[in-house]
């Protein structure tokens, strides 16, 4: 692990490591997608290979999959693992009740069915995730192909009588092409600035035909490990309202960092 990470890889790094430490061998755990929890899937295949720590992962994409087995990180669908133990994924933005906007990475929609499939949700990501109020990230929302601009049409339609400051929408793009999601879909990004009430707005998307899934997580992540530039890394539970920190040392051993407090 190079010391000479960039200060957002850093923060993003730290969250990963802290986190890992929450996973026990014989838990089945939820992979989340994105650069932070890339972080934490390389943290736990380096636990795997060098500490014994037997897991079985399910990952929320085809990305996160083939990471996990690249690392040695043994890999199972939902459907095998039925219930999880643990998932801990990255976030686009997380509010201070722990309501999330997800899907940057395009996994929306495996990473909510995993997610709520498990026991606890744990939310890896660098400070700057952290807002008053969701909506500045513009909101993920997965729509099946077919039809696809008449769903839009009547997403628009439907944000006019709703709490946002912003209604316009932006079909995802992979270069030249729609992008595609692991389920064959294509998403809309809506840009919504500020999110009133997003409970609301969470259901009201998803009885929109056409519509899979957006991109609020409402009531589903437990806790928070947030981490910094500097190594300081702040765990925060919901349920006990507890917050606690700690510190990595980054040093150029080769290896990336130290633990300066266990
Ligand atoms: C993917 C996601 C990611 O968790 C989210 O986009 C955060 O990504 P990153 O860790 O790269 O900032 O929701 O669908």
């Not at 929450?22 to 929890?37: K, N």
């Not at 994409?61 to 040695?72: F, K, N, P, Y």
């Not at 890896?124 to 995730?129: E, M, R």
Request: net charge negative; with cysteine.
């Amino acid at each position: 692990m190079p010391a000479d990470l960039s200060p957002i890889d850093k923060a993003k790094f730290v969250a990963a490591k802290r986190a890992a430490k929450m996973v026990e061998s014989g838990m089945r755990v939820g992979l989340g997608t994105g650069s932070t929890a890339a972080w934490l899937v390389r943290c736990l295949g380096e636990m795997v290979r060098e500490e014994g720590l037997k897991i079985t992962g399910v990952p929320t994409s085809s990305r996160t999959a083939a990471l996990a087995r690249d690392v040695g990180i043994e890999v199972i669908s939902l459907d095998e693992a039925r219930w999880l133990d643990l998932t801990i994924d990255g976030a686009d933005e997380f509010d201070e009740k722990l309501n999330l906007i997800k899907g940057g990475g395009g996994a929306l929609l495996m990473e909510k069915i995993v997610a709520t499939a498990s026991d606890q949700m744990v939310v890896i990501a660098d400070g700057s995730k952290e807002v008053e109020t969701l909506g500045a990230f513009p909101l993920p929302v997965e729509v099946i192909p077919f039809g696809w601009q008449t769903t839009r049409l009547l997403i628009e339609e439907t944000l006019i009588g709703l709490d946002v400051l912003g209604r316009t929408t932006a079909l995802r793009m992979n270069g030249e092409a729609p992008y595609v999601t692991d389920e064959g879909n294509h998403i809309l990004d809506l840009h919504l600035n500020r999110i009133g009430n997003a409970r609301q707005l969470s259901l009201v998307l998803n009885q929109i035909p056409g519509v899979v899934e957006n991109g609020l997580f409402i009531d589903i992540c437990d806790a928070v490990v947030i981490g910094h530039g500097d190594g300081r890394v702040e765990m925060r539970n919901l349920a006990t309202g507890e917050t606690t920190s700690e510190s990595y040392d980054f040093v150029e051993d080769g290896n990336a960092f130290s633990d300066m407090t266990d």
